[in-house]
């Protein structure tokens, strides 16, 4: 099977999915991770219990914690509701002049997604409202909120067009030319909101075609990429039996993370 296990007990698996496998899949005949789980738990004829705390796109790598009962996928569901589950993900992305960060430095971004026909795409307020909308280089923590709604007015405002508050933090790990290593940390978890995001405030990643710009597709081509560059390459919660901290991590397989640093 191309899912592979990274950790397993009685209670769970930690699995690494590789880019191009869907998590999940309506088609009988589309391979999947959870079918191919199944398969591999499964004892005679009876099919085993097999519960996500969460997925990745299909052209996203990276971890997934599964649950074989019902009473551990609740706790891991619960710890990834509140927070207490911590994903991280490691990122190519086309970085033009233009963006001045320096290396390791947070910088907050925080939007109103909205999904629409399969897509993600950021929101803002009626026109009155979009210029406070977005306050830029706003510190907080020693961190740079690069996009702060203001106002439970402009909250509302793309609330009741379905639109729902993404938050995360990205810090630029290396750069090299008009490429960067980023490492990006969620405080919540939408529906493609890394790629959205990224892309939304001018840090495309590579290999994305859904929401690439024309530059960071152009040198995709130069450079080969053929899948998006994101890795879900660290997980970390409490083990719901032992109550032990459980930290799973893997390397990215996507060859264009070694051109940015070697030891990837």
Do not use: W
């Not at 007990?9 to 869907?22: F, I, Q, S, T």
């Not at 088609?27 to 097999?50: F, W």
């Not at 009626?126 to 909308?133: M, N």
Request: proline share 4%.
């Amino acid at each position: 099977m191309r899912t592979e296990i990274v950790y397993e007990d009685e209670r769970l698996l930690v699995v690494y999915k590789p880019a191009g496998l869907a998590t999940e899949s309506a088609r009988i005949s589309q391979a999947d991770v959870v079918s191919e789980l199944k398969n591999y738990l499964s004892h005679g004829t009876k099919i085993p219990y097999l519960g996500l705390a969460h997925r990745l796109d299909q052209p996203v790598e990276g971890l997934l914690a599964v649950a074989k009962d019902s009473k551990t996928a609740a706790e891991l569901t619960r710890q990834l509701q509140s927070g207490q589950m911590k994903k991280s993900y490691l990122a190519v992305v086309y970085l033009p002049e233009a963006i001045n960060c320096g290396l390791n430095e947070p910088v907050e971004l925080t939007d109103f997604l909205l999904k629409e026909g399969g897509q993600a795409r950021i929101v803002t307020g009626p026109p009155a409202e979009r210029e406070s909308d977005q306050m830029v280089g706003v510190e907080r923590n020693g961190a740079k909120r690069a996009a702060q709604p203001s106002g439970r007015s402009a909250y509302d405002a793309v609330a009741s067009r379905g639109a729902q508050k993404a938050v995360l933090t990205y810090r630029l790990q290396k750069v090299q030319g008009q490429i960067a290593l980023v490492r990006v940390e969620l405080e919540t978890g939408r529906f493609r909101q890394i790629r959205c995001q990224m892309a939304a405030h001018g840090m495309p990643l590579l290999g994305d075609l859904k929401y690439g710009n024309e530059e960071s597709m152009a040198l995709s081509r130069e450079l080969q990429v053929k899948s998006v560059t994101l890795c879900a390459d660290m997980l970390t919660f409490q083990h719901p039996e032992t109550g032990k901290e459980l930290k799973v991590t893997v390397k990215p397989r996507n060859e264009v993370f070694r051109l940015l640093d070697g030891e990837i």
